[in-house]
């Protein structure tokens, strides 16, 4: 995205984020930078319909259409001025890599940062702030200033968020939304 269009976006976002009225029953998910219907905002998606049919309005950011997402799940395009609409009247941001950079997150509105890795030997994040840009560090700091939740499956998890991640809020220990249907065995307990 070049940078005039950065700006205009970033501009209009932020003058949407004040006109716009949170929708309460609004998710807007992302998985990995709009790829796709996978990971952590999946499975999220998934049980909301399920526990709950019908009473979420489910929307997907996608860099294009993405054919295995159910009917219940409104696709927009993530760079497009319908997503920062999206991302201004939602209630919950679920995300697995970082905060949309160009919606101003109001305090009525909840953003769960879901990570998308699993615990590996390499270090991440602030643990290598010397070898990443400045850029990356200070828009990791403020993602996870805005960040409101996250889930862990143990300590190791819960450590890394709060060494790695700039964070310092929740972490449930209620598992990894993905892993859930390889430890139950069973797609639809996902």
């Not at 209009?12 to 609004?26: E, P």
């Not at 807007?28 to 309005?57: H, S, T, W």
């Not at 993405?66 to 999206?86: G, H, K, L, M, N």
């Not at 699993?118 to 200033?145: N, Q």
Request: proline share 5%; glycine share 6%; with cysteine.
């Amino acid at each position: 995205m070049s940078n005039l269009r950065g700006r205009a976006l970033s501009g209009l976002g932020k003058i949407l984020s004040l006109a716009s009225r949170t929708q309460f029953n609004k998710v807007v998910l992302m998985c990995n930078v709009g790829r796709g219907y996978l990971g952590n905002p999946k499975y999220i998606a998934e049980a909301l319909q399920r526990l709950c049919p019908n009473e979420f309005d489910l929307v997907l950011l996608v860099n294009e259409e993405d054919r295995t997402a159910p009917s219940y799940i409104r696709q927009v395009r993530r760079t497009s001025f319908a997503a920062q609409q999206e991302l201004a009247t939602a209630r919950f941001w679920v995300d697995n890599v970082r905060s949309p950079r160009y919606v101003l997150k109001r305090s009525d509105q909840i953003y769960i940062h879901t990570w998308h890795c699993y615990i590996s030997p390499k270090r991440v994040e602030r643990d290598v702030k010397d070898h990443l840009e400045p850029e990356y560090v200070d828009y990791a700091k403020a993602d996870g200033a805005l960040t409101d939740l996250m889930f862990a499956d143990n300590d190791l998890y819960e450590n890394v968020y709060r060494t790695a991640f700039w964070y310092d809020g929740p972490v449930v220990r209620c598992g990894v939304p993905r892993n859930r249907p390889l430890i139950l065995g069973d797609e639809e307990q996902g």
